[in-house]
């Protein structure tokens, strides 16, 4: 029976553990804090999905990977930077077909094995080859945005073609990747976590079985979850689900040992118990801090910011008769007090948003202002539209924190109250994030109104509107040619400085046709603990361990 | 000189935001060693209350007890709670009406048993449970082994009430008090219950107090008989002269009411008028005044004092118009009878 | 723990037979109407439940604004939440509405998850317990063996699963709490009427010819009601308490914005360390509405057995 | 004995029938129907008429359940949509922990109710007797997650005596070869792994004890009012027992039966109680994961939950029950 077999696994779990401890040379009790131990506790908001790289894309088990694993090309701390990490250098063949990687030499993974073009290349025909419930846009998303489709396609939902050709160990370290055809994003998109490389030992001996089975995700193999190998600062020791997931400092990291000696992630959903664990010095620091909570964090470590990469907003689907009516948008827009909420529920940094691309972003038109918050003047519209029934459904997402978004439910209340103050009859629904709530709001368009927003991946103005607005998507059902017209415009035009002119233009005439209300560009917090050093957020939420250190 | 000593006692139910209650009021009398005493009365009448005093059983809080009750050379009501635990079980054994619910349900008989004697006696468990079995044996328990290691429930009345006989003599106390032991029981078995503690007192030389309202238990058992009524003590007498000479017209109603085969004349049983409820305090007077037949205008100035009968020696009476005067009874008219 | 002088000191007047014959119904009721006046537990109780239900069913003219208007809104920064003032007794909320008026409102809430969970619950489950009280044999062994069934689920989890199967909104959670009051009404009103089909007075009934039915309901149940009050008042203070669970775990009404002393508790918990008066309020009117009933319950429940009586 | 055990085993079995009567009707009146309690709100069309023919929705709902209970006996709830393990090996890994919680609030209302709850019989009308009483009353009446929350700001924020979340020191590397973390110091030979886990264990299981503790307190108190008048007290008095003896073996002895009951009930209070209380202390046990699940919609989850948590309540009070047998000699050959 199944409870044997688990216990059996627990056993052999723990003996690994233990010789890997033995083998990392570290000795002594067990469970005594040795005070020499630099140790670096991470409040987690919960556990990560796996740690097979290939079949995440979730923050949580992105964190840890990134401090396991390695990607050939990597960030500068800090910034959007593509640097060399495993690829030492590369070359970019002149019709963007073929990338030559020079890996660097002498690295092994944590299992021991050597790292070389083989094992690179294991890696990308891995990928490439997923079949059946790897071909999900769940399990395998970043490989189908980057790379695209797979070489059998098992799924409807799967590209058609991929951008993927071969990969080739040329020589023992200098490894040639082939495209089928070229692709701008190739190098930034490398650098995601998704594309670790791993021990084909590892990936070997653990297993990757996966089963699907409606929204639930088995990950039945062994590796990413028992068995896990990468070249990062960090190595592996042992996962307790729920309650902490360790890694020790990589003695033979190339680039030499890190400073901590040991990082251990702790499972904490709530970010008022994070908050608290930080201040009982449970933990070292934690992600989503609550406005209401920087003084208390203050007091006892310190709040560093992510740059504001990001935008939040009321969605309106034009599918619904009542927000077809520009009266009812513009009275919408008026209603909302932003400033208002911002100024209550979010910290100093954020700034009410009055277009869905932040202003860091190039493309970005400062000469838009307006729609201040009137509800006068949203009152006189709503009595102008002619709209009798003024009963709308308002959508939220239950129990979910969003870089732009901390509380949801807050927002909604604030919003629904403005709402029901000029008229509207504001009728709530709220199921929970992932996925029920992108589903429905995204793929299904059930959202009236709705709250969403988005956290940039790449510095691309595009990424912001052109997701949003190009096509005619499920959840906007927008279709007007003359903003798709200039979107798709932008995108195919090469001369920078007219795209930059395109999408403050396209900015206006979203601003005037009002799809939806962007009310935040919020810059998301971290709390650090008084000693911790070396901690640099990164506009994209990837963070190396590996220069972080305990003070004192 | 009496072994047991009981002067002026009287107990008082004071609860708060109530008149306070007078269950026992100057009772006084003696046990002989060796002597079997009857105290008999209606439900209310004070017997029990009276024996829990002896005991010390009462509760502290809520209940006044004054007098005095002297065992032996020992003044009951001046030892501690602890010195008196030592007395109860050793020195005065009690033997209570219910032997469904005076046994622990969830104890073994032997364990029960053993207890007592392992506290009185100081003997190893090992040594108790021998003299526990000789014990059962003696009571009349067939297979005596066998129902030391049984519990209270796979035994039938008369077997629990001899189990409690047993542990009340176990450590062969002086004075035994039995509260009612064979109200609860069967006819039959009451004989047969009675039998023994007889036999066992004769036997041991304990003095016997036998608490009842059924003036026959106290018929064949008792040489001396205390009629109670409303906490005070109506009669005193031995028992052949009350049973010959009812002197109260209390005690005269509970004869009369016992059924007899060889009273022919009477077909109809006499019964006293209400109830023990239908209480007047002393101090107004005769308790029984309300319900008795001979009562006159002037057994309300006062409780009336107690008097020997005259030409009955030791038999004592607390009414100023006996039903069977020594002297001989007018029946009618004022004559007051005077201490 | 003491070594008491005497362990029998508690008894009553030991054993006297002065004391406790049966006595006649009516007679029960007043008398237990008189000790319950002298309880100050129950008047306690009686009080709070008083203060309780005023509140609700007066809110609308206690309360001096809207639940729900966030006017306030611009007097609140992160954290830093108005504390009391002449207009705003109890404070603004960290979305800028008048704190005391959302709980006066919550008052109704929770007094509405409480009657309607209970009526239905004691009405469905009484009907049960009448059912397999009245027919006995096997009506009587097969209703009893599915309230065991639903018993052997803890109440909570009960409460949880159904909720959880119909959804957010506040009819799935008197629902929810119903369904778990039905098991322990049913038991309670069949094990009163086994007691009381046995009773003197029934018997007595009997003999006159009276029928089943007619004994049932002129004899019968009017005498097992008691207990079912009792049960019903400590049933409130519950479904209070288990409501405030339920929104803990986000099954409550459907609009977050409703003023709901569970769910006002719930999301006060974020702002737990800068502003923990705004989890106290909500969380003092639950412990204190529940007190209420509870008290009343316990006090009624001691001042009819009469083998509690000293 | 044996056959008194034997007896009450055999009574088990309508009763877990019937719960599992109740738990097929509930998957059954699922928003969606069994197929999209297995498969999450997502559900492909395609992949639930897969599950509906697996399921066997077609054929008669005898035979559906029949196949349900097969299911059920095998463990097998499906996988978790929160973790996408199965929902019986997540549960087997989170079981130990909340074990430990249930038994060490239990402890804690047992051992401090049964001692509060006998002064207050003997104090019986006394201040001591009214203010134990109402204690019990509001320890009823304060919601779990409240008072967690309170004792959580209290002695681990503000004062920092305890730890405020986990089930052991995150810094700390403890082998867990049982899962139960008391109990797996001791075996490894690492007390202060031991001491560590009791440390995170005090708050939850106080905040979980509160309502049996209440619930204890004035069970106890009625009992040994009850016992304090029954005859046979009155005749150890009159044997001239000792104090201790009487109170020891004629009175806590009696009095514990009824206790005794009420502890296997509020076992159920226990394990209920745990999906609050370790939701607040981030303690990874099952109900933590039940709440999480119930969040997410994860029926699968709550699915097994309730019929394990179910299944174990009622096991309990059959030990109870068997344990009541021992005590009360007189159930024992009825």
Request: proline share 6%; charged share 20%.
């Given at each position: 029976?199944r409870?044997?077999?688990?216990f059996?696994r627990?056993?052999?779990?723990?003996?690994?553990a233990?010789?890997l401890?033995?083998?990392?040379g570290?000795?002594?009790?067990?469970?005594t804090?040795d005070?020499?131990?630099k140790t670096?506790?991470?409040?987690?908001s919960?556990?990560?999905k796996?740690?097979?790289?290939a079949?995440?894309?979730?923050g949580?088990?992105?964190?840890?990977?990134?401090?396991?694993?390695?990607?050939?090309?990597?960030?500068?701390p800090?910034?959007?930077?593509?640097?060399?990490?495993?690829?030492?250098d590369?070359?970019?063949?002149?019709?963007?077909?073929?990338?030559?990687?020079?890996?660097?030499?002498?690295?092994t993974?944590?299992?021991?094995e050597a790292?070389?073009?083989?094992?690179?290349?294991?890696?990308f025909?891995?990928?490439?080859?997923?079949?059946?419930?790897?071909?999900?846009?769940?399990?395998s998303?970043?490989?189908q945005?980057?790379f695209?489709?797979?070489a059998t396609?098992?799924?409807?939902?799967?590209?058609?073609?991929?951008?993927?050709?071969?990969?080739?160990?040329t020589?023992?370290?200098v490894?040639?990747?082939?495209?089928?055809?070229?692709?701008?994003?190739?190098?930034?998109?490398?650098?995601?976590?998704?594309?670790s490389i791993?021990?084909?030992?590892?990936?070997e001996e653990?297993?990757?079985?996966i089963?699907?089975?409606?929204?639930?995700?088995?990950?039945?193999?062994g590796?990413?979850?028992k068995?896990?190998?990468?070249?990062?600062p960090?190595?592996?020791?042992?996962?307790d689900?729920?309650?902490?997931?360790i890694l020790?400092a990589?003695e033979n990291?190339?680039?030499?040992?890190?400073?901590?000696?040991?990082?251990?992630?702790?499972p904490?959903?709530?970010?008022?118990a994070?908050?608290q664990a930080?201040?009982?010095?449970?933990?070292?620091?934690?992600?989503?801090v609550?406005?209401a909570d920087?003084?208390a964090?203050k007091n006892?470590?310190?709040?560093v910011e992510?740059?504001?990469?990001?935008?939040g907003?009321?969605g309106?689907?034009?599918?619904?008769?009542?927000?077809q009516?520009?009266?009812i948008r513009?009275?919408?827009?008026?209603?909302?007090?932003?400033?208002g909420?911002?100024k209550?529920?979010?910290?100093?940094?954020?700034?009410v948003?009055?277009?869905?691309?932040?202003p860091?972003?190039w493309?970005?038109?400062?000469?838009?202002?307006?729609?201040?918050?009137?509800?006068?003047?949203?009152r006189?519209l709503?009595a102008?539209?002619?709209?009798?029934n003024l009963?709308?459904?308002f959508?939220?997402?239950?129990n979910?924190?969003?870089?732009y978004?901390?509380?949801p439910q807050a927002?909604?209340?604030?919003?629904a109250?403005d709402?029901?103050k000029?008229?509207?009859?504001?009728?709530?629904?709220?199921?929970?994030?992932?996925p029920?709530?992108?589903?429905?709001?995204?793929a299904?368009?059930k959202?009236?109104?709705?709250l969403?927003?988005?956290?940039?991946d790449?510095?691309d103005?595009?990424?912001f509107v052109?997701?949003?607005f190009?096509?005619?998507?499920?959840q906007f059902?927008?279709t007007?040619?003359?903003?798709q017209?200039?979107?798709?415009?932008a995108l195919a035009?090469?001369?920078?400085?007219?795209?930059?002119?395109?999408?403050e233009?396209?900015?206006?005439?979203?601003?005037d046709?009002?799809?939806?209300?962007p009310?935040?560009?919020?810059?998301?917090?971290?709390?650090?603990?008084?000693?911790?050093?070396?901690y640099?957020?990164?506009?994209?939420?990837?963070?190396y361990f590996?220069?972080?250190n305990?003070?004192? | 000189?009496s072994f047991?000593?009981?002067?002026?006692?009287?107990?008082?139910?004071t609860?708060?935001?109530?008149a306070?209650?007078?269950a026992?009021d100057?009772?006084?009398?003696d046990?002989?060693?060796?002597?079997?005493?009857?105290?008999?009365?209606?439900?209310?009448?004070?017997?029990?209350?009276?024996?829990?005093?002896?005991?010390?059983?009462?509760?502290?809080r809520?209940?006044q007890?004054?007098?005095?009750i002297?065992?032996?050379?020992?003044?009951?009501?001046?030892?501690?709670?602890?010195?008196?635990?030592d007395?109860r079980?050793?020195?005065?054994?009690m033997?209570?009406?219910?032997?469904m619910?005076?046994l622990?349900?969830?104890?073994?008989v032997g364990r029960?048993?053993?207890?007592?004697?392992?506290?009185?006696?100081?003997?190893?468990v090992?040594?108790a449970?021998?003299d526990?079995?000789?014990?059962?044996?003696?009571v009349g328990?067939?297979?005596?082994?066998?129902?030391?290691?049984?519990?209270?429930?796979?035994?039938?009345?008369?077997?629990?009430?001899?189990v409690?006989?047993?542990?009340?003599?176990a450590?062969r106390?002086?004075l035994?008090i039995?509260?009612?032991?064979t109200?609860?029981?069967?006819?039959?078995?009451q004989?047969?219950?009675?039998?023994?503690?007889?036999?066992?007192?004769?036997e041991?030389?304990s003095?016997?107090?036998?608490?009842?309202?059924d003036?026959?238990?106290?018929a064949?058992?008792c040489?001396r008989?205390?009629?109670?009524?409303?906490?005070?003590?109506?009669?005193?007498?031995?028992?052949t002269?009350?049973?010959?000479?009812?002197?109260?017209?209390?005690?005269?109603?509970?004869?009369?009411?016992?059924?007899r085969?060889?009273?022919e004349?009477?077909?109809?049983?006499?019964t006293?008028?209400g109830?023990?409820?239908?209480?007047?305090a002393?101090?107004?007077?005769?308790?029984?005044?309300?319900?008795?037949?001979h009562?006159?205008?002037?057994c309300?100035?006062g409780?009336p004092?107690?008097?020997?009968?005259t030409?009955a020696?030791?038999?004592?009476?607390?009414?100023?118009?006996?039903v069977?005067?020594a002297?001989?009874a007018?029946?009618?008219?004022?004559?007051?009878?005077s201490? | 723990m003491?070594t008491?002088e005497?362990?029998?000191?508690?008894?009553p007047?030991?054993?006297?037979?002065a004391?406790?014959?049966?006595?006649?119904?009516?007679g029960?009721?007043?008398?237990?109407?008189?000790?319950?006046?002298?309880?100050?537990?129950?008047?306690?109780?009686f009080?709070l439940?008083?203060?309780f239900?005023?509140?609700?069913v007066?809110?609308?003219?206690?309360?001096?604004?809207s639940?729900?208007?966030n006017?306030w809104?611009?007097e609140?920064?992160?954290?830093?939440?108005?504390?009391?003032?002449?207009?705003?007794?109890?404070?603004?909320?960290p979305?800028?509405?008048?704190?005391?008026s959302?709980?006066?409102?919550?008052?109704r809430?929770?007094?509405?998850i409480?009657v309607v969970?209970?009526?239905?619950?004691?009405?469905?489950?009484?009907?049960i317990?009448?059912?397999?009280?009245?027919f006995?044999?096997?009506?009587d062994?097969?209703?009893?063996?599915?309230?065991?069934?639903?018993?052997?689920?803890?109440?909570?989890?009960?409460?949880?699963?159904?909720?959880?199967?119909?959804?957010?909104?506040?009819?799935s959670?008197?629902?929810?709490i119903?369904?778990?009051n039905?098991?322990?009404?049913?038991?309670?009103l069949?094990?009163?009427m086994?007691?009381q089909?046995?009773?003197?007075?029934?018997?007595?009934?009997?003999?006159?010819?009276?029928?089943r039915a007619?004994i049932?309901?002129?004899?019968v149940?009017?005498?097992?009601?008691t207990?079912?009050?009792v049960?019903?008042?400590?049933t409130?203070?519950?479904?209070?308490?288990?409501?405030a669970?339920?929104?803990?775990?986000?099954?409550s009404?459907?609009?977050?914005?409703?003023?709901?002393?569970?769910?006002?508790?719930?999301?006060?918990?974020?702002?737990l360390?800068s502003?923990?008066?705004?989890a106290l309020?909500?969380g003092?009117?639950?412990?204190l509405?529940a007190?209420?009933?509870?008290?009343?319950?316990?006090?009624?429940?001691?001042a009819?057995?009469?083998k509690?009586?000293? | 004995?044996?056959?008194?055990?034997?007896?009450?085993?055999l009574q088990l079995i309508?009763?877990?029938?019937?719960?599992?009567?109740l738990?097929?009707a509930?998957?059954?009146?699922l928003?969606g129907?069994?197929?999209?309690?297995?498969?999450?709100?997502r559900?492909?069309?395609?992949?639930?008429?897969?599950?509906?023919?697996?399921l066997g929705?077609?054929?008669?709902?005898?035979?559906?359940?029949?196949?349900?209970?097969?299911r059920?006996?095998r463990?097998?709830?499906?996988?978790?949509?929160?973790?996408?393990?199965?929902?019986?090996?997540?549960?087997?890994?989170?079981?130990?922990?909340?074990?430990?919680?249930?038994?060490?609030?239990?402890?804690?209302?047992?051992?401090?109710?049964?001692?509060?709850?006998?002064?207050a019989?003997r104090?019986y009308?006394?201040?001591l007797?009214?203010?134990?009483?109402?204690?019990s009353?509001?320890?009823?009446?304060v919601?779990i997650?409240?008072?967690?929350?309170?004792l959580k700001?209290?002695?681990?924020?503000?004062?920092?005596?305890?730890?405020?979340?986990?089930?052991s020191?995150p810094?700390?590397?403890?082998?867990?070869?049982?899962g139960f973390?008391v109990?797996?110091?001791i075996?490894?030979g690492?007390p202060?792994?031991?001491?560590?886990a009791?440390?995170?264990?005090?708050?939850?299981?106080?905040?979980?004890?509160?309502?049996?503790?209440?619930?204890?307190?004035?069970?106890?108190?009625?009992?040994?009012l009850?016992v304090?008048?029954?005859?046979?007290v009155?005749?150890?008095e009159?044997?001239?027992l000792?104090?201790g003896?009487?109170?020891?073996?004629?009175v806590?002895r009696n009095?514990m039966?009824?206790?005794t009951?009420?502890?296997?009930?509020q076992?159920?209070?226990?394990l209920?109680g745990?999906?609050?209380?370790?939701?607040?202390?981030?303690f990874?046990?099952v109900?933590?994961?039940m709440?999480?699940?119930?969040?997410?919609?994860?029926?699968?989850?709550i699915?097994?939950?309730i019929?394990?948590?179910?299944?174990?309540?009622?096991?309990?009070?059959?030990?109870?029950?068997?344990?009541y047998?021992?005590?009360?000699?007189?159930v024992?050959?009825?």
């Amino acid at each position: 029976m199944r409870v044997y077999g688990r216990f059996g696994r627990i056993i052999a779990l723990s003996a690994t553990a233990g010789l890997l401890a033995a083998a990392a040379g570290c000795s002594g009790s067990d469970s005594t804090e040795d005070g020499d131990r630099k140790t670096f506790v991470f409040g987690a908001s919960d556990d990560p999905k796996t740690l097979d790289p290939a079949y995440v894309s979730d923050g949580e088990s992105f964190r840890v990977i990134f401090q396991v694993y390695e990607t050939l090309v990597a960030l500068k701390p800090g910034t959007t930077e593509v640097v060399p990490s495993l690829a030492t250098d590369w070359t970019v063949s002149d019709d963007g077909l073929t990338y030559t990687f020079n890996l660097a030499k002498g690295v092994t993974f944590h299992d021991g094995e050597a790292f070389n073009a083989t094992a690179v290349c294991y890696n990308f025909d891995r990928w490439y080859n997923f079949k059946g419930a790897q071909q999900n846009g769940d399990i395998s998303y970043y490989w189908q945005t980057i790379f695209g489709g797979f070489a059998t396609r098992d799924s409807d939902s799967a590209p058609e073609s991929s951008r993927y050709a071969s990969c080739e160990a040329t020589e023992d370290s200098v490894a040639t990747l082939r495209l089928t055809q070229p692709s701008s994003a190739l190098l930034s998109g490398l650098v995601l976590p998704a594309f670790s490389i791993a021990s084909p030992k590892a990936i070997e001996e653990g297993g990757t079985d996966i089963t699907v089975t409606g929204d639930s995700i088995a990950y039945s193999g062994g590796f990413g979850t028992k068995v896990v190998a990468g070249t990062g600062p960090f190595k592996f020791v042992s996962w307790d689900r729920g309650e902490r997931l360790i890694l020790d400092a990589n003695e033979n990291y190339r680039e030499g040992r890190p400073q901590l000696d040991q990082v251990i992630f702790r499972p904490i959903a709530d970010a008022t118990a994070r908050m608290q664990a930080l201040q009982a010095g449970e933990i070292d620091a934690y992600e989503g801090v609550a406005a209401a909570d920087i003084e208390a964090v203050k007091n006892v470590g310190q709040v560093v910011e992510r740059p504001a990469f990001n935008v939040g907003y009321v969605g309106m689907n034009q599918k619904v008769p009542l927000l077809q009516n520009r009266k009812i948008r513009e009275a919408i827009a008026y209603a909302l007090n932003r400033e208002g909420l911002l100024k209550a529920a979010y910290p100093e940094g954020a700034e009410v948003a009055n277009q869905f691309l932040p202003p860091s972003q190039w493309g970005y038109n400062s000469a838009i202002t307006g729609y201040s918050y009137d509800p006068e003047r949203a009152r006189q519209l709503v009595a102008e539209s002619g709209e009798t029934n003024l009963t709308v459904e308002f959508w939220y997402p239950a129990n979910v924190s969003r870089p732009y978004m901390p509380n949801p439910q807050a927002v909604y209340e604030s919003f629904a109250a403005d709402l029901e103050k000029v008229g509207f009859t504001v009728v709530p629904k709220t199921v929970p994030w992932t996925p029920d709530y992108l589903q429905s709001i995204q793929a299904d368009g059930k959202g009236q109104l709705f709250l969403l927003g988005w956290s940039g991946d790449y510095a691309d103005p595009d990424n912001f509107v052109g997701t949003f607005f190009r096509e005619t998507t499920a959840q906007f059902n927008l279709t007007d040619p003359g903003i798709q017209g200039l979107l798709n415009r932008a995108l195919a035009e090469t001369d920078q400085a007219t795209r930059q002119k395109q999408y403050e233009e396209v900015n206006q005439l979203i601003f005037d046709y009002i799809p939806g209300v962007p009310f935040v560009h919020n810059r998301p917090l971290l709390a650090l603990g008084k000693n911790v050093v070396g901690y640099q957020p990164s506009p994209v939420s990837l963070e190396y361990f590996k220069i972080v250190n305990i003070e004192g | 000189m009496s072994f047991l000593r009981v002067r002026d006692l009287t107990v008082t139910f004071t609860r708060p935001g109530q008149a306070p209650v007078r269950a026992v009021d100057g009772v006084t009398f003696d046990v002989g060693s060796g002597q079997s005493v009857g105290i008999v009365g209606e439900s209310g009448s004070g017997k029990s209350v009276t024996s829990l005093a002896v005991m010390r059983l009462l509760p502290a809080r809520n209940v006044q007890v004054t007098g005095s009750i002297e065992l032996g050379d020992q003044d009951l009501l001046a030892l501690s709670a602890r010195q008196m635990r030592d007395v109860r079980g050793r020195d005065v054994a009690m033997i209570f009406q219910d032997p469904m619910t005076s046994l622990n349900p969830v104890l073994t008989v032997g364990r029960q048993l053993v207890e007592v004697i392992v506290r009185h006696d100081g003997r190893s468990v090992a040594e108790a449970r021998r003299d526990a079995q000789a014990l059962l044996e003696r009571v009349g328990i067939p297979d005596p082994a066998r129902r030391l290691r049984e519990y209270p429930h796979q035994l039938s009345g008369g077997m629990r009430q001899r189990v409690m006989i047993a542990i009340a003599v176990a450590c062969r106390p002086r004075l035994l008090i039995a509260d009612e032991p064979t109200t609860a029981l069967d006819v039959t078995i009451q004989a047969q219950i009675l039998d023994l503690l007889r036999d066992l007192v004769e036997e041991s030389g304990s003095a016997l107090v036998m608490i009842t309202h059924d003036l026959g238990v106290v018929a064949g058992l008792c040489e001396r008989v205390h009629v109670m009524y409303s906490g005070r003590i109506v009669e005193s007498a031995p028992a052949t002269g009350l049973f010959a000479r009812p002197a109260h017209p209390y005690t005269d109603g509970l004869l009369r009411s016992i059924p007899r085969i060889d009273d022919e004349e009477r077909g109809m049983l006499h019964t006293i008028r209400g109830s023990v409820r239908d209480v007047v305090a002393w101090e107004h007077g005769c308790a029984f005044q309300p319900r008795c037949d001979h009562a006159v205008e002037s057994c309300l100035g006062g409780p009336p004092p107690v008097h020997d009968l005259t030409g009955a020696p030791g038999h004592r009476v607390r009414c100023p118009r006996p039903v069977h005067p020594a002297t001989p009874a007018t029946g009618t008219g004022r004559s007051e009878g005077s201490a | 723990m003491s070594t008491p002088e005497q362990v029998a000191a508690t008894r009553p007047t030991g054993g006297d037979e002065a004391i406790g014959s049966p006595r006649p119904t009516r007679g029960l009721r007043s008398d237990a109407l008189r000790r319950l006046r002298r309880n100050p537990m129950a008047v306690v109780g009686f009080t709070l439940i008083l203060i309780f239900v005023g509140v609700a069913v007066f809110a609308p003219w206690i309360a001096p604004y809207s639940p729900k208007d966030n006017s306030w809104l611009s007097e609140v920064r992160p954290g830093a939440y108005p504390g009391p003032s002449a207009e705003h007794w109890l404070g603004i909320d960290p979305l800028g509405r008048d704190v005391f008026s959302r709980l006066v409102y919550g008052a109704r809430q929770s007094l509405l998850i409480g009657v309607v969970s209970l009526a239905v619950g004691a009405t469905v489950g009484v009907g049960i317990g009448l059912l397999a009280g009245a027919f006995g044999g096997w009506v009587d062994t097969v209703v009893m063996r599915l309230v065991d069934i639903m018993l052997s689920v803890p109440g909570l989890l009960f409460a949880i699963a159904i909720a959880a199967m119909l959804g957010q909104s506040l009819t799935s959670v008197m629902i929810a709490i119903a369904v778990v009051n039905i098991p322990i009404f049913a038991r309670l009103l069949r094990g009163e009427m086994l007691g009381q089909r046995a009773a003197d007075y029934v018997l007595a009934a009997r003999s006159l010819g009276i029928s089943r039915a007619g004994i049932v309901f002129r004899h019968v149940l009017p005498n097992s009601f008691t207990p079912v009050i009792v049960q019903g008042t400590l049933t409130l203070a519950l479904a209070i308490v288990e409501a405030a669970g339920l929104a803990f775990l986000g099954l409550s009404g459907s609009d977050p914005s409703a003023p709901e002393w569970g769910r006002m508790l719930t999301d006060a918990q974020v702002a737990l360390t800068s502003a923990p008066q705004l989890a106290l309020y909500p969380g003092l009117a639950i412990v204190l509405a529940a007190l209420g009933f509870t008290l009343l319950g316990e006090s009624l429940r001691e001042a009819l057995d009469p083998k509690l009586r000293r | 004995m044996l056959r008194f055990v034997f007896r009450r085993l055999l009574q088990l079995i309508p009763i877990l029938l019937g719960l599992s009567i109740l738990l097929f009707a509930w998957v059954r009146a699922l928003p969606g129907g069994p197929a999209q309690a297995l498969l999450g709100e997502r559900a492909t069309p395609e992949a639930v008429e897969q599950i509906e023919a697996q399921l066997g929705l077609d054929r008669p709902l005898w035979e559906q359940y029949v196949q349900f209970l097969g299911r059920a006996v095998r463990l097998d709830f499906g996988a978790s949509l929160q973790t996408g393990q199965p929902v019986i090996e997540e549960m087997a890994r989170r079981f130990p922990a909340t074990i430990e919680l249930a038994i060490a609030a239990l402890l804690i209302a047992v051992t401090v109710g049964i001692p509060l709850g006998y002064l207050a019989a003997r104090r019986y009308g006394t201040w001591l007797d009214s203010v134990l009483v109402s204690a019990s009353l509001l320890g009823v009446t304060v919601p779990i997650f409240f008072l967690a929350y309170l004792l959580k700001l209290v002695f681990a924020v503000q004062l920092g005596w305890l730890p405020t979340a986990g089930r052991s020191d995150p810094r700390a590397r403890a082998e867990h070869p049982t899962g139960f973390y008391v109990l797996d110091g001791i075996v490894t030979g690492d007390p202060a792994a031991s001491w560590d886990a009791l440390t995170h264990l005090i708050l939850p299981a106080v905040a979980l004890a509160s309502i049996p503790l209440a619930v204890i307190v004035r069970m106890t108190r009625a009992s040994v009012l009850t016992v304090l008048h029954e005859d046979h007290v009155r005749t150890a008095e009159a044997k001239g027992l000792l104090a201790g003896t009487i109170v020891r073996h004629h009175v806590l002895r009696n009095a514990m039966l009824p206790v005794t009951t009420v502890i296997g009930l509020q076992m159920g209070v226990l394990l209920a109680g745990a999906v609050l209380t370790e939701t607040v202390f981030a303690f990874s046990g099952v109900g933590k994961f039940m709440a999480d699940g119930i969040v997410q919609r994860d029926f699968p989850t709550i699915q097994g939950f309730i019929l394990v948590i179910a299944v174990s309540y009622v096991l309990v009070n059959m030990i109870v029950d068997i344990v009541y047998g021992l005590l009360d000699p007189r159930v024992r050959v009825s």
